[in-house]
């Protein structure tokens, strides 16, 4: 197990991803709560457009994902509050336009290589200090704004409406929150990649919450899964060169499995 | 009375949707103390009424005015306490313990980087125990019947300490013995905590002796100042386009 500290890498990817877990599992807490779960594979499809413009125009790859996946956030949300459109199917139609937008972008530019592979399926081995370091950023910042306005963002989604008319400011918070679910997102596919980051957002709090406890400890246990996936997944990763996405998102789903049989009814 | 700010001050509103007419010119003040019971037909607007009055819906034409204040420009909302008709059909899978419920009460009041104070504390306490509920505090909400997730439901609302307690048909789900249990609680809210009430229901015979006024909304809105002579088995059948038979059932009686 030690072994594998040894490589400046390892410890990198280990910071990294497990910072990405923390801030996954607790904005996938509200995100599950608000039943808008799929809203993760969505603005991972629309990072996955910054990582193609940053690819092929040279920028940092990782800071356009942020900003397109931001903008993709918005565009979610004003369409949701604006329109009378199924939330669902929002989602659907941007995660596909994303994606065939990703395509054309990087077919054109000539990038379709290992360096997109890495950003759809993540890689430990790509983390550099610089994205280590984007992370720390934009993470810290993400983590600060949940843990201040958790509170409310646990009443709308437990209701919307009453947490309105108790004088909250919904809309504003929903705009928040997929902002920071989008700034997450976008530092996660380096690590988990943009195809499987939708996973380590909500597998970790579906499966806290198949032990029926309070919102505080379902949040803790859903932390405590991502964690143990995390370190478990990039553990397994290195000894077994697996791909650390997938063996990530595999580690999780055990948990999940194992939640369910212990509390089955 | 007429001296007084009403609660709720609503004047010549009316809601459409897509053309078809919902709420038309619908005028009336809600004061302070009062107990008042909303009643009319399923479609008939009593829901979209409450849903205006709380900033949920725009009125097509109209003005609402919430403590002599216009509604764009009210802020004490802490001072409206609302229990929704969904309230009693929780997500039995929310992660929430009663607690976890009834605070909520207070995070529109709380600065965003506080926990609860005493304050707080002493509020949702003493909501918890106003409705009884004080036990379950560690329970979760999925696991409780239909009638004690009322009480909790309420319990939040009353958590902000407010003026006015605002209930739309809460009664989904649960069983009779608790609904007249409800009934009381909500006669003492309105008597010994002077909180003002306003009710939609369907069960007047059971609230006619507890109830101040009754607004009948079908379209439009009928204010009767005297809810136990005022809806005659005429009336009513006209209210709800069917043959009503009005059964008295007033307390004395059983």
Known sequence: ?265 | MKFKIPIFDVKNLSFSVRGQKILSHISLEIFSGEYVAIIGPNGGGKTTLIRMLLGLECPSEGSIKLFGKKLSNFKSWNKIGYVPQRASLVDANFPATVLDIVNMGRTAQRNFFSFLNKEDKVAVHDAMVKMDILDLQEKMVGTLSGGQRQRVMIARALASKPEILILDEPNTGVDIVSQRNFYALLAKLNKEEKITIVFITHDIGVIADDIGRLFTINQKAIVCNNPKEALSCEEMSALYGIEAHLIHNHKHEH
């Open chain 1, 1 to 265: 197990m030690l072994e594998m500290l040894e490589y400046e890498f390892m410890q990198r990817a280990l910071i990294a991803g497990m910072l990405i877990a923390l801030l996954a599992s607790i904005s996938g807490t509200f995100v599950v709560l608000k039943r808008y779960s799929m809203i993760s594979e969505t603005l991972a499809h629309s990072a996955l457009v910054g990582v193609a413009v940053g690819l092929v125009a040279g920028f940092n790859p990782l800071w356009i994902a942020v900003l397109v996946a931001i903008l993709s956030a918005w565009l979610i949300e004003y369409l949701r509050s604006s329109f009378s459109l199924y939330s669902d199917a929002i989602l659907a139609i941007l995660l596909s336009g994303s994606l065939a937008i990703a395509v054309i972008i990087v077919s054109l530019g000539g990038a379709f290589n290992n360096s997109l592979f890495s950003y759809l399926f993540g890689s430990i081995l790509a983390v550099s200090n610089e994205d280590v370091f984007t992370i720390l950023f934009f993470g810290t910042l993400a983590l600060a704004l949940l843990l201040v306005f958790a509170k409310e963002l646990y009443f709308i989604a437990y209701d919307e409406e009453v947490a309105k008319t108790s004088g909250i400011k919904v809309k504003f918070l929903n705009f928040l929150l997929v902002t920071v679910v989008a700034i997450i997102i976008a530092l996660s596919i380096r690590i988990v990649g943009s195809l499987l980051i939708g996973a380590l957002m909500v597998i970790p709090t579906v499966a806290a919450l198949q032990y029926r406890v309070g919102f505080l400890k379902t949040m803790f246990l859903s932390v405590a899964f991502a964690l143990l996936s995390v370190i478990s997944g990039m553990t397994l990763s290195f000894y077994f060169s697996l791909p650390s996405g997938a063996t990530i998102v595999l580690c999780v789903l055990s948990l999940f499995i194992i939640s369910l049989v212990v509390n089955k009814k």
